[in-house]
């Protein structure tokens, strides 16, 4: 199983950016798709943004295209999440996810491993 910690989070204003880091453990990834997801108070777990490891390629959420950009660093084992134009409703605990298969993955209950979340608050 793959170990994932995530970094990077923090109060920014709305308008602002902030960038996320996963650090990844335990596997080689080449099989993997990985995922950022977040929670809301009171609101269930959602896809934000994925990436397949090998090839690289990504989907994303209709709430944060064009915003959010995910990528990863083959050599440093990690995933990012560049969150630009940021709004107060992104505001939420963001959590890195992955899952052995290379597939669109969206759905919380499909993914292997979890990382503990990182909080992200976007003031007005």
């Known amino acids: 199983q793959v170990q994932l910690v995530e970094s990077g989070g923090g109060l920014v204003q709305a308008g602002g950016s902030l960038r996320l880091s996963c650090a990844t453990s335990?596997?080689?990834?080449?099989?993997?798709?990985m995922g950022w997801f977040r929670q809301a108070p009171g609101k269930e777990r959602e896809f934000v943004a994925g990436?397949?490891?090998?090839?690289?390629?990504?989907f994303y959420a209709d709430s944060v295209k064009g915003r959010f950009t995910i990528s990863r660093d083959n050599a440093k084992n990690t995933v990012s999440l560049q969150m630009n134009s940021l709004k107060p409703e992104d505001t939420a605990v963001y959590y890195c996810?992955?899952?052995?298969?290379?597939?669109?993955?969206?759905?919380?209950?499909?993914?292997?491993?979890w990382g503990q979340g990182t909080q992200v608050t976007v003031s007005s």
């Open positions: 996810a992955a899952r052995r298969a290379l597939v669109r993955v969206t759905t919380t209950s499909l993914m292997d491993s």
């Open positions: 335990g596997r080689t990834l080449s099989s993997y798709t």
């Open positions: 990436i397949w490891w090998s090839g690289g390629s990504t």
